[in-house]
């Protein structure tokens, strides 16, 4: 009787052990309780941000360096900081160059002083926080949204100079030592926002074209180190594919639009392309935990983005394609060429169904587009490790609940067929199996499920 009493005690020390508070499942249950209402305080970039309640506001009145304006901070309803709001703090400069697009009124010298001004006020370092990007960004769709390009009642020079300091811009606007503040527009004003520019670009890049063919500019051309760009107007007798970069090795990226895509020629007989290759673009995109848009089934983006505008718009889809080939940034498979659509209602931004690949390789991917706009190379990454973690994870699962599943039998059967063998053995026995498949219950319990996703 008292080796009885013992033996449960002990059993019961056994059983308390497994379920004390370092198994997971104890941790997984307190992480699940919504416990806390608040945000804590906390001092963020010399910001002191009080604690304040789940889905409220709160800012401060000072921004940094040069900029005016009010830094708020958002307290998500899962009482988590979201990253500090300074898209309401802008620079001097920029608001003064903000308020002057109020003054556009159709003339071309209008349009070229605050175009120059912006390439002076938007080159790198001059943008300090995410609400200079901004509004940098508002100045730009200010000077390419109906500019006097339309009409185009102006001198060659004008024009050029114009669409130059236009480019200069968006190159810049573009660097990579930017990302960061593109990246908080994204998570705290737009999650569209550099979708949105390169669209409208799109569109300054058809009115450039037409200006060209009106003022007698054949080609230009503007070579940095983030943005490519190549136009060529062309006379209804041309016969030569136009080709961008067109002197690039067999592994580079390179667009070619076949002379066959023109089916018309506008008033003055002429046709017109504009190719640009965006080099950082990739980078700048926001990330799939900000813009669930931006992933794609087939994969993410691992190439440079490029566009392609023709004049006039033509008629698509082209029967002829134009032919993109894409040097890939790492090691990918399925590769697939997707056009950039914002509107698009569907659950990603990128379409796959408008190019074929025609040939792919470890390093470079050839398509064919029946579409003039934003493209890029998809494919499914190769360092991508949580394919992996998939099948491992099911595979303890499915060990444990078999090895539970003949726990259980074996503690049943010693319970209810070995009951007249009530011994010391047996009740030892019997605790071992509990508090074995306790543990094991704990394991499988304790498992994030987002893990094993
Ligand atoms: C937080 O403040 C910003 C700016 O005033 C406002 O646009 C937003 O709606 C506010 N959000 C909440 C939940 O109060
Ligand atoms: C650009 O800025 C410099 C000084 O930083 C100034 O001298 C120059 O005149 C500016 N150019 C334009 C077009 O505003
Ligand atoms: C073109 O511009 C000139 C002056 O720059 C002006 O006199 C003329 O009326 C304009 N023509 C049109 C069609 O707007
Ligand atoms: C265009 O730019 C060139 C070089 O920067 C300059 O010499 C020329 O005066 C400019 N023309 C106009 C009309 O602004
Ligand atoms: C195309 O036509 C232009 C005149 O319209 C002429 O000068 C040029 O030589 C022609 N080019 C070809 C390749 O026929």
Known sequence: MRTKVMLVWLCGVLVAYWISPVSPVTEASTATQPTTTKCPQETLDGYDWPSISAGT???HSGCPGVTLGTVYRFCRSDATWEVADYTRCVSPTLASLN?????LDGSPSGYLHLAEDLQNASKPAKLVVS????TAVTIMYALVEDSFLVTCNATSAVVMNFTEAVLISARQLLDNSYSSLWTETHQVSDVDAIFTFLEKLDSFYGDVLSCFSLVNITEYSLVTENLDVAIEVFQANTSEAFIFPSNSNSDANQ???PVAVFTEADTSGHTAACIVWYKSASSLLPSTDINARSAHQDGQIN???VSVTLHPTQVQPFNEPITLRFSHHQAGNNPVCALLDVSLTSSSVWSDSECETVSTTSDVTTCNCHHATNFALL????DDDTVLKVPLNAIMVTGVVISLLFLVATFVLLLYVNRSLES?????VKCFLLTYIIGQITFLSGINPQKIR
């Open 379 to 382: 494919t499914t990454l190769n």
């Open 424 to 428: 010391d053995w047996a009740l030892v």
């Open 57 to 59: 506001n709160t800012s």
């Open 131 to 134: 609400g200079d990007l901004l």
């Open 99 to 103: 308020t002057q697009t109020g003054n």
């Open 303 to 305: 190439s440079d983005v």
């Open 255 to 257: 667009a070619t639009v």
